[in-house]
């Protein structure tokens, strides 16, 4: 035991110790704590024979080696008896070290026990630089693969060091066979070729291989100077030649079969020959064998003949190797059959097939069709849930492409994309806080909720007068509360059907995006996303307007890090995000939000602050486009509060600020078609903030008009008279003559005087030849003249839209939105006319649009109910108005009341003033009752009852109005959709009393029956009602039949009987009031006369079907009819044997009660008496209900019906004796 010391002891006893140490070790009585065994050995040790099996089976590695029947290693034993000791340790220098002779078998198996030394760390002096220009990386980022030599077989070296060797074999001679009987012997490293390309004859040979003889002989550089002495002396030409035919014979050379194929050496021939052979054997007879040629089977290597010669592959798992398969030709598809759509990476939609390339390779992937570019929508929703970051960040961002392009409208009728699954998708993406997923997830529900189309449409409008107005894109909700009413809670699923925006809503997003513009503060992208979301949750509706206004945090979060207080003489930089910036993202939804409501506007003043900050930004000097959009941005806000009365006061602080501005752009600002689009908005959105606070009549502005009128003046003439001279134009500088023009009109109506400078600049642009190009666009850029349908706009059922583009169209929008498109400004201008009382310039005004109202007279109105269409329905509006007011002459009466009478039901339900001054001024007019339209009349004499209708017109439009219900009360610039979308009259509104009272009778009475004096003089008030409403109808139905029919004709006529024939049910005897019946019966008439049109099968307009109402109306019919003549003319109308037989089975089968009632004279017929008779009845139950009609005293002798039942029955019966 060696002893250690211990406290006390001194330096004499650590000496004594070591002495004994030291004594003790030379004895050998120690043994060291780590042992050290030897595994090598100079000569071969054998393991001791403990039991014959002990042996150890050598791997698959070893055998290849060929050490199979070697003498193996035995494990050295480590015992008391027999070991191995290290003795001292002494320092080796490295530079002697010898390499000790170890036996090939070691390196295999064992490691070598090499000691490691460290001395000191020298820096190294380099001379000379070492050129580490290595090899570039290939474009696939892996190393080309190469081929394996089937020649070289398993040896004493493996085959990868044989390949290695053979490759990077030293530059010597290697012997090449040839075609001749002599072998010459080629240098790898001067590149000769194997035979002569130039020559071709029997001797080509022999002179190549003395050539090669003799360039063997030269050195690399002798080679080099003779071929440039050669390239000196010979013609040019004559060197081109012989290139081009040494390029043809090498490319030849190359596509020939056997052309460059190297043959196997001598040893291995026997081998190559074998597995030909048995390739040969394995294959079908007629199969060509392709295994010579390896690059058929680059990507399909399980399919190659070779595959099971191939080193390590005699037990092939395919299973495994299913993704290493080469993509398949692609299958031929009929293109009439649908199939999976596939997208790539930036969400557009690929073909069936396409090449594969190195462009395109990226979107192969071994999936369901792996033969198929891109990723299914069934595969992107399964990645964006993966494990996998960057497979999420794909996922996301090419759904967020599918969207943008679905959006466009890029895939309408081509792909039905699943809204309600992708809001699901993107939403949950929305959870994660991770910026990398939340920017794709963020911006795929943009594209998903945000049309940035239709926004990019609005924003044009600014500086226009609509553009003061916005949509409420609210869906409807009646089919949500129907399904709330059945079942106790509507699923999230069920509702995202219905309305996206709502089940948006239940999803607490308001929370979501707080927290991520607060405490993720993600990068600008990110934060715009977020904004542009919640501005178009602004435009779904007040009420979500309000849960945006009154979401506190979020509302904060907003305004202090978007909207701050500061200048805004910057360049725009996706750093100024959460740097004290503002964002203009955030202040466009402040404007949104202004425009909704009086409330909500009052809010963002008074307890978000909001005044202070646009004040700053709008009172800050700018030097950039972003600084005047955020400007443009805050003018606008400041007009919409101005609509509410919001913020007077903090606008009449702003006035001397406006007044400069507004002398610049006077001063600076043009609208020739090379300035700036920008400064003309910005320059017009001044002057609409001028109009809106010149409009504000209860306040005291004499200073302030002291000031702007003359600069409204003198940019209005400096403006007009550029726009006379100018000879192209576009709309967008066109704004800001319609802001001019406005504020003109808001000054004609306060100061209610003529302004001589804006008569005469209206004089000189209306013979200008600017104002002529201006209205040779005019048809062209006409929605109502269009003749697009809502079928070809891009439309959802559950997100609403405005439906701004056209993908089909060459400008991709609507008409009106077209860069030339003059409406806007033509609006604007005629509204101002309206107020000129100059007649002379009225007339030549109305003059230069006569080609437009010749067309629109002719030609049905399209996508009335589109929001954009508004601008040219005033327009119109305002031509009409305009025509009221001027003496119009008599040729041209019959236009302008055409023009009238469609606009009435082109107009929407908010329209009801323009709809009240069209009623009172043109429709029920007399004065626009042309002579010639009066002629039409004579027919009818005064004993008909007629020669009223002219008198009563007053009773008729009082009837009209009373149904319409012209009592509406304005509720501002945000005009809701059913107020935008619906029309306020129908198409066929010459109708609507008549449908109105139809409707009534049908509802159930649930009132109490009502005895005595009052209740007998209410029902004959309301049965004097009826009647007047019924005869008012009659009268102005008959009048535009007969004066009007043009007006009519998109009507169809079937649609139009069935209007008639709902006066039969409206009452039970109203229609045998003598007055009534002669209307009835003139209107019957004059239908009759088109019976050709007659179609009872198809679709009608306002009912469901008529088989539902034919049957209504026989009920009524056997109920009621007295045998009126005119209520049997009408069912007898789809009894002709033109029409579908089961009418007439309905009629003599189950209601035969009908017949004995049903006739009226030949004269009242709609068809001739033979349409009844011919072709004669072939079917038998038809045949057999008029027997029984007529055996059972049914029907009357004599009667039309019993007319029409024997002639069939007689006909029949001769039929039947013939055969």
């Not at 009585?29 to 099996?53: C, F, G, I």
């Not at 967008?732 to 005087?753: F, G, I, P, V, Y």
Request: hydrophobic share 35%; with cysteine.
């Amino acid at each position: 035991m060696i002893k250690r010391p211990k406290p006390g002891e001194d330096e004499d006893d650590l000496l004594r110790m070591q002495e004994e140490f030291l004594r003790e070790k030379s004895k050998n009585n120690y043994q060291p704590a780590a042992q050290v065994t030897n595994l090598r050995r100079s000569e071969p040790t054998k393991r001791p024979n403990t039991s014959d099996s002990a042996t150890r089976k050598p791997s698959k590695y070893a055998q290849s080696k060929g050490l199979k029947n070697q003498e193996k290693r035995m494990k050295t034993e480590v015992g008391s008896s027999r070991r191995s000791l290290v003795g001292d340790i002494f320092e080796k220098n490295a530079q002697e070290q010898t390499p000790s002779q170890e036996n090939e078998d070691d390196n295999v198996y064992y490691p070598k026990i090499i000691p490691k030394l460290l001395g000191d760390i020298v820096e190294k002096n380099v001379d000379r630089f070492e050129d580490l220009n290595v090899t570039k990386m290939p474009l696939q980022g892996f190393p080309v693969a190469t081929k394996r030599d089937l020649n070289i077989a398993p040896g004493k070296k493996s085959i990868q060091s044989q390949e290695f060797e053979k490759k990077h074999k030293k530059p010597g001679e290697m012997e090449v066979d040839e075609a001749g009987s002599s072998n010459v012997k080629i240098s790898n490293y001067k590149n000769l070729p194997t035979k002569s390309y130039i020559l071709s004859s029997n001797e080509a040979n022999d002179i190549h291989n003395e050539n090669i003889k003799l360039l063997n002989t030269m050195s690399e550089n002798e080679i080099l100077e003779e071929q440039q002495k050669l390239l000196c002396s010979l013609d040019p030409k004559l060197i081109e030649f012989i290139k081009a035919k040494r390029k043809l014979s090498a490319t030849e050379t190359k596509s020939a079969p056997s052309s460059g194929k190297r043959l196997p050496d001598t040893d291995n021939f026997k081998q190559y020959v074998e597995n030909k052979m048995d390739i040969s054997e394995s294959m079908d007879p007629g199969q060509t064998s392709t295994y010579d040629n390896d690059s058929l089977w680059e990507n399909d290597v399980l399919s190659h003949p070779l595959v099971n010669k191939w080193l390590h592959f005699e037990s092939l798992e395919k299973d495994k190797l299913e993704w290493m398969k080469g993509i398949e030709e692609s299958k031929k598809i009929n293109t009439e059959e649908p199939y999976e759509a596939r997208f790539d990476f930036k969400g557009y939609l690929l073909p069936y097939t396409m090449e594969y390339t190195e462009n395109t390779k990226t979107l192969f992937h071994h999936g369901e069709e792996p033969h198929r570019p891109g990723y299914s929508l069934t595969e992107l929703f399964e990645l964006s849930r993966s494990t996998i970051t960057q497979q999420r960040v794909m996922a996301l961002n090419t759904l967020a492409g599918v969207l943008e392009y679905y959006s466009a409208g890029t895939y309408k009728d081509v792909l039905e994309i699943p809204l309600s699954k992708f809001f699901f998708v993107i939403r949950i993406a929305m959870d994660e806080n991770k910026t990398i997923i939340l920017e794709p997830a963020l911006k795929a529900m943009r594209n998903l909720l945000y049309n940035r189309i239709d926004e990019a449409c609005l924003d044009a409008l600014l500086g226009f007068e609509e553009g003061t107005k916005q949509p409420c894109l609210e869906n409807d909700k009646s089919e949500i509360k129907e399904l709330e009413s059945k079942e106790s809670e509507l699923k999230d699923f069920h509702l995202a059907e219905i309305d996206i925006i709502a089940a948006l809503l239940r999803t607490d997003i308001l929370q979501r995006l707080y927290y991520i513009l607060e405490t993720v503060q993600p990068s600008f992208n990110c934060v715009q996303y977020a904004l542009q979301i919640l501005t178009r949750l602004a435009r779904d509706s007040v009420e979500t307007t309000m849960k945006i206004v009154q979401a506190e945090n979020l509302m904060q979060t907003i305004i202090k890090c978007f909207v701050p207080i500061t200048s805004i003489n910057f360049a725009f930089n996706p750093q100024i995000v959460y740097n004290g910036k503002p964002v203009l993202a955030a202040i466009k939804l402040l404007r949104i939000l202004s425009l909704q409501s009086q409330e909500i506007g009052h809010l963002l003043v008074t307890k978000y602050n909001i005044l202070k900050a646009i004040s700053e930004y709008v009172s800050s000097g700018v030097d950039g486009t972003y600084g005047l959009r955020i400007q443009i941005e805050a003018f606008c806000i400041l007009s919409n509060l101005l609509n509410f009365g919001v913020g007077l006061e903090n606008a009449l602080s702003l006035s001397p600020i406006v007044g400069t501005c507004l002398h610049k752009h006077v001063q600076g600002t043009d609208i020739f078609i090379n300035s700036s689009v920008i400064s003309a908005t910005h320059c017009a959105v001044i002057l609409q903030f001028v109009n809106k606070l010149l409009s504000c009549d209860w306040i005291n502005l004499h200073n302030y008009k002291q000031v702007v009128y003359p600069l409204i003046k003198e940019g209005t003439q400096k403006w007009m008279a550029q726009l006379a001279q100018s000879e192209n134009y576009t709309c967008a500088h066109l704004r800001l003559m319609c802001a001019a023009l406005d504020c003109c009109k808001t000054m004609l109506l306060a100061e209610k005087m003529q302004m001589k400078f804006l008569n005469d600049s209206l004089k000189n642009l209306v013979t200008s030849r600017g104002y002529k190009e201006i209205t040779k666009n005019l048809t062209t850029s006409s929605n109502l003249l269009s003749g697009i349908e809502n079928k070809d706009l891009h439309l959802v059922k559950n997100l609403m839209s405005l439906a701004g583009s056209v993908i089909d169209s060459a400008q991709k929008v609507l008409p009106l939105l077209s860069v030339l498109s003059p409406i806007p400004f033509l609006a604007s201008l005629f509204n101002l006319l309206t107020l000129v009382t100059d007649k002379d310039i009225a007339t030549s005004f109305l003059e230069s649009i006569s080609t437009y109202l010749n067309i629109l007279m002719k030609k049905s109105p399209s996508i009335c109910d589109n929001w954009f269409t508004r601008i040219e329905t005033d327009f119109v509006f305002a031509i009409v108005k305009l025509s009221v007011q001027n003496e119009i002459p008599e040729s041209k009466k019959d236009l302008f009341y055409t023009v009238a009478s469609k606009l009435c039901y082109i107009l929407r339900i908010d329209k009801i003033y323009e709809l009240d001054y069209l009623f009172n001024n043109v429709v029920f007019n007399k004065q626009w009752f042309t002579a010639e339209r009066l002629l039409n009349l004579v027919s009818l004499s005064d004993a008909d009852g007629f020669s009223k209708a002219l008198t009563s017109i007053e009773d008729i439009k009082i009837c009209y109005s009373m149904v319409v219900n012209l009592n509406y009360k304005n509720t501002g610039p945000n005009v809701v959709l059913r107020k935008w979308q619906e029309p306020i009259l129908p198409r066929d509104w010459i109708y609507l009393p008549i449908l109105s009272l139809y409707s009534r009778s049908q509802e159930v009475d649930s009132t109490p029956t009502v005895v005595g004096d009052h209740a007998k003089r209410v029902a004959a008030q309301n049965t004097a009602e009826k009647e007047f409403i019924v005869t008012c109808s009659l009268e102005w139905i008959l009048f535009n039949e007969l004066c009007f029919p043009d007006l009519l004709n998109d009507i169809e006529i079937t649609d139009r009987l069935c209007r008639i024939m709902c006066v039969f049910l409206c009452d039970n005897s109203l229609f045998l009031d003598k007055k009534i019946k002669l209307l009835l019966q003139k209107c019957t008439q004059i239908l009759f006369k088109k019976n050709n049109a007659f179609n009872f099968d198809k679709p009608l307009v306002g009912l469901n079907n008529f088989q539902d109402f034919y049957t209504q109306f026989l009920e009524q019919f056997q109920s009621v009819s007295y045998g009126d003549y005119v209520f049997a003319a009408c069912v007898l109308v789809p009894l002709a044997q033109r029409h579908n037989i089961k009418w007439r089975k309905l009629l003599w089968s189950e209601y035969a009660g009908c017949l004995r009632a049903l006739d009226c004279p030949e004269a009242m017929l709609c068809y001739e008496i033979n349409d009844y008779f011919y072709p004669e009845e072939t079917d038998e139950s038809l045949i057999r209900s008029y027997s029984q009609a007529l055996s059972g005293n049914l029907l009357r002798p004599n009667t039309i019906s019993y007319r029409i039942a024997s002639h069939h029955v007689e006909a029949f019966k001769k039929q039947i004796n013939k055969i």
